[in-house]
């Protein structure tokens, strides 16, 4: 049950695009199209972005989309806002049916 | 509108019990299932542990797989966690969380603060 592996910070300005990076196993990520993403203002709840890899939410913006190529998964956010600042995290199915989650990624829109 | 709310945290001393809850309303209850996901203050998201629709499959972190008990009650659309042992590094947030498969959490409750300390 080793958390998935996230880059601790991304940077981007505002109106560009950034990609963050969820790198696991094959226990997780390369075994299953299970991989989800959250994000989470300070003091919040986590908020589902992305499921299933790619699939978003109704009511998510379609500035957030996810794919996955083998053992990492990546959330790219494109024409960033203000409001987009926030700590995000991966997360996969495992084959124990268990849940892992990566180490958060605190984005920063300049 | 869809709530989940976690009640029955607070603080408790090295080796103590508690057990929190998580009320929910505004979805069927009994058809998805429930996690509860906890946050040391500071750190990130660590799933803790599952429990299907039914509640006849139950799957936890290794860490409290011998110290943590996961029910539920679908006639009162509750959730439970009972901590038992509990350590200094247990200390978090709380959060109940729901999904309609167990891939992926849905709902997500605000959380209920759990401090270990003596």
């Known amino acids: 049950q080793s958390a998935l592996t996230q880059p601790a910070s991304v940077f981007g300005s505002l109106g560009q695009s950034v990609t963050i990076s969820c790198t696991g196993t094959s226990s997780d990520i390369r075994g299953y199209d299970y991989v989800s993403w959250y994000q989470q203002h300070p003091g919040k709840a986590p908020k589902v972005i992305i499921y299933?890899?790619?699939k978003r939410p109704s009511g998510v913006s379609n500035r957030f989309s996810g794919s996955k190529s083998g053992y990492t998964a990546s959330l790219t956010i494109s024409g960033l806002q203000a409001e987009d600042e926030a700590d995000y995290y991966c997360s996969s199915y495992t084959g124990s049916s268990t849940l892992v989650f990566g180490g958060g990624t605190k984005l920063t829109v300049l | 509108e869809v709530q989940l709310v976690e009640s029955g945290g607070g603080l408790v001393q090295p080796g103590g019990s508690l057990r929190v809850s998580c009320a929910a309303s505004?979805?069927?209850?009994?058809?998805?299932?429930m996690s509860w996901v906890r946050q040391a203050p500071g750190k990130g998201l660590e799933w803790v542990a599952n429990?299907?629709?039914?509640?006849?499959?139950?799957y936890f972190l290794d860490s409290v797989k011998d110290r943590f008990t996961i029910s539920r009650d679908n006639a009162k659309n509750s959730l439970f966690l009972q901590m038992s042992h509990l350590r200094a590094d247990d200390t978090a947030v709380y959060f109940c969380?729901?999904?309609?498969?167990?891939?992926?959490?849905?709902?997500w409750g605000q959380g209920s603060l759990v401090t270990v300390s003596s």
């Open positions: 969380a729901a999904g309609p498969h167990g891939d992926y959490l849905e709902f």
């Open positions: 505004g979805f069927t209850f009994s058809n998805f299932w």
């Open positions: 299933d890899v790619s």
């Open positions: 429990i299907n629709q039914d509640g006849s499959e139950k």
